[in-house]
T-cell receptor
Framework: SQQGEEDPQALSIQEGENATMNCSYK?????LQWYRQNSGRGLVHLIL?????REKHSGRLRVTLDTSKKSSSLLITASRAADTASYFC??????????????FGKGITLSVRP | NAGVTQTPKFRVLKTGQSMTLLCAQD?????MYWYRQDPGMGLRLIHY???????AKGEVPDGYNVSRLKKQNFLLGLESAAPSQTSVYFC??????????FGPGTRLTVL
């Protein structure tokens, strides 16, 4: 069962514009992560935000977390054609222990037009 | 460092045949995972391991078996392949429950 649900399912923007992708989840989390997948490739980790954090930055990426609304947003600023990919949010549940696992959403397809 | 590698990259099986997918990591990670990715379904966890000699079931374990005899390797077996197992299979590893590092995937078709 999917924990995270991304919104929108697909996004098409012009190069240079900002892309905002949202993720909602159902149960309390330890952390939330965003991954990117280029066509035909494996997933690549982008950024991790913990439940006690509200915002993190990494280069052109900005992620926010609102635990009261059980939601997160990923903002890519000044998008480039190379940002065209699928983006997934993934959550680690709140309970601790060696068996904590990532649960992935279904992904968002981002197309950046040159 | 090669990171996470998967063998083979592509495979076509007939219904009922068996095969083993190999995942290897050179980062000395404790945790390893097998996922399948189907269109519109995201990634679903098949089995995982929290250390050498351990395995556990994920979300969709039926029809698959795994073994982790060496820390760096995680094998996924299909004993009797079915068309429903046509998918792209990804292996991943991690040192903690944080960042996972993914392999390039194996595209499996079962006829």
């Amino acid at each position: 069962s999917q924990q995270g649900e991304e919104d929108p399912q697909a996004l098409s923007i012009q190069e240079g514009e900002n892309a905002t992708m949202n993720c909602s989840y159902k149960t309390s989390i330890n952390n939330l992560q965003w991954y990117r997948q280029n066509s035909g490739r494996g997933l690549v980790h982008l950024i991790l935000i913990r439940s006690n954090e509200r915002e993190k930055h990494s280069g052109r990426l900005r992620v926010t977390l609102d635990t009261s609304k059980k939601s997160s947003s990923l903002l890519i600023t000044a998008s480039r054609a190379a940002d065209t990919a699928s983006y997934f949010c993934a959550t680690v549940p709140y309970y601790t222990g060696a068996n904590s696992k990532l649960t992935f959403g279904k992904g968002i397809t981002l197309s950046v037009r040159p | 460092n090669a990171g996470v590698t998967q063998t083979p990259k592509f495979r076509v099986l007939k219904t009922g045949q068996s095969m083993t997918l190999l995942c290897a990591q050179d980062m000395n990670h404790e945790y390893m995972y097998w996922y399948r990715q189907d269109p519109g379904m995201g990634l679903r966890l098949i089995h995982y391991s929290v250390g050498e000699g351990t395995t556990a079931k994920g979300e969709v374990p039926d029809g698959y078996n795994v073994s982790r005899l060496k820390k760096q390797n995680f094998l996924l077996g299909l004993e009797s392949a079915a068309p429903s197992q046509t998918s792209v299979y990804f292996c991943a590893s991690s040192q903690t429950t944080d960042t996972q590092y993914f392999g390039p995937g194996t595209r499996l078709t079962v006829l």
